[in-house]
């Protein structure tokens, strides 16, 4: 009968230091990769083209929302001087109660059509890079980090605007308070997408998510407003 081997033990644990080293290595590439990223974009994360998009994108939104508002005043204007042009009795004194009420009601409709605009446009924020990139990316397995990098023009001085804005201590880090904004959002995001545009590995996920939150209206910088 053959005899037994034993475990080599020596063979175990160095293997397992060598897994281990391995996951270490991993983990502190992921976390350079990231602090880079989160550097980047305090110096600045918008490119030109992407700075000429979104004001385009803003220019477009506004001329529908003055659109829409004009056509809503166009049909109260229509509905008064319907109202007026009845012959009321002397009983009939109070209509423009009627119409004011009307006025209200047109105020609550715009009010809700504006609030509907701004969640498509948020929608349609979070979900363009994807479109946009989820092909590419199913038949590529290496990001190009050269083309998918973020490029860094132009928000040291919305970051600088932000800390002069407000006095508060905490609001001197906006950095910070942008970093912890993107944990709990970007969780959600890689949720949503990982259901809609399954096939991806988690980097690319996490490259699309950043993608996305620097265009995203949930992004603090993002938020800055020049003064009035």
Do not use: F
Not at 5 to 26: F, H, I, L, P, Q
Not at 56 to 70: D, G, H, S, T, V
Not at 81 to 91: E, F, G, N, T, V
Request: charged share 40%.
């Amino acid at each position: 009968m053959p005899k037994k081997m034993g475990v080599n033990t020596r063979s175990v644990e160095a293997k397992t230091k060598k897994d281990d080293a391995k996951k270490g290595k991993a983990a502190a590439a992921e976390k350079e990769q990231e602090d880079r990223q989160w550097k980047e974009a305090g110096e600045g994360a918008r490119s030109k083209a992407q700075a000429k998009k979104e004001e385009q994108e803003k220019q477009r939104a506004e001329a529908a929302a003055k659109k829409l508002e004009a056509k809503k005043m166009a049909e109260a204007e229509e509905a008064a001087l319907a109202s007026s042009a009845r012959k009321p009795s002397s009983k009939s004194a109070g209509t423009p109660k009627v119409t004011s009420h009307q006025l209200r009601q047109q105020k609550e409709s715009d009010k809700q059509a504006a609030a509907e605009e701004a969640r498509r446009r948020e929608l349609a924020v979070k979900r363009e890079v994807a479109v946009d990139d989820y092909g590419q990316l199913v038949d590529r397995e290496n990001i190009n980090r050269e083309e998918g990098g973020v490029d860094a023009s132009g928000m040291q001085a919305a970051i600088a605007a932000l800390v002069v804005g407000d006095s508060t201590p905490e609001d001197r880090h906006p950095e910070k308070r942008a970093r912890a904004a993107y944990a709990v959002w970007s969780e959600q995001w890689i949720a949503d997408m990982k259901m809609e545009k399954p096939g991806l590995r988690q980097q690319q996920y996490k490259d699309l998510c950043w993608k996305a939150w620097q265009r995203s209206p949930d992004n603090p910088l993002n938020q800055i407003k020049s003064p009035a």
